[in-house]
């Protein structure tokens, strides 16, 4: 399944998390806790992973296909640097192959 990680630096995190979840959450189902194990938002095209870290925050995106992988990224994305443009919010996406790290997986999903 192709997956996507971006790490975003901000002194703010859980009120991003927050943010973003609470919004996205009105459009789809959202479980868990950004703070704990990652909120999951799950999209028709796939699945969205926001969890919050020292001075970043973490998000993941998962989808059966690239077009749906394409599709979670850019909802996750253009949200967030919305609701972080005053603060000059970026969101870059990188391949986390190799990484393998349990850290970058959703709730219930194998690394």
């Known amino acids: 399944m192709p997956r996507r990680v ?5 002194v703010t995190p859980e009120r991003y ?3 973003l979840v609470s919004h996205l959450g009105r459009r789809v189902p959202v479980s868990g806790d950004a ?9 028709d095209v ?7 870290g020292q001075d970043e925050l973490l998000l993941v995106a998962d989808a059966p296909t690239n ?9 996750l994305s253009r949200h967030l640097v ?8 970026t969101v870059t996406w990188s391949d986390p ?3 393998g790290s ?9 690394a």
């Open 82 to 89: 919305r609701f972080g443009e005053r603060h000059g919010l």
């Open 67 to 75: 077009a749906g992988l394409a599709v979670v990224q850019d909802v």
């Open 17 to 19: 998390a927050r943010q």
């Open 46 to 52: 796939g699945v969205g992973l926001v969890r919050t």
């Open 102 to 110: 349990a850290a970058d997986s959703p709730p219930g999903a194998s």
């Open 6 to 10: 971006a790490r975003v630096q901000t």
């Open 97 to 99: 192959a190799g990484a």
């Open 35 to 43: 703070a704990t194990d990652g909120a999951r938002l799950t999209f």
